[in-house]
């Protein structure tokens, strides 16, 4: 359980910059090169290549170099751990909310 929670954390401070989750949008939609993803920001190339370090530090993308061409992925189930976690915070509310509906269900049943 420890190494779950150091991914989630890794993951959820990579996630924490609206330019990382900015490349990751970007890249849920398919691979790019480096030069790809930083036309979009003012900034200059060395300090994007640090947020795709911290991104892919945390295991959410991965690149690779071809020449002098570095190509970055999102890592296929990088997420999931987010997605896991999210699922277990829901999941009181949602029985909450379940045992409400039930509950409007049989008073309304008993009014009628």
Known sequence: M???HVELD???RALADPTRRTVVERLAKSPAVVSE???PFSMA???LMQHLRILEDAGVVTSEKNGRVRTVSLRPGAL???HLWLGEQRTPAERQADR???HLTRTTAKET
Do not use: C, F, Q, R
Request: hydrophobic share 65%; charged share 10%.
């Open 37 to 39: 993803l930083a036309a």
């Open 100 to 102: 409400l509906g039930i």
């Open 80 to 82: 999931d751990v987010l």
């Open 2 to 4: 420890a190494k779950y």
């Open 45 to 47: 190339l060395p300090s």
């Open 10 to 12: 890794a993951v959820l």
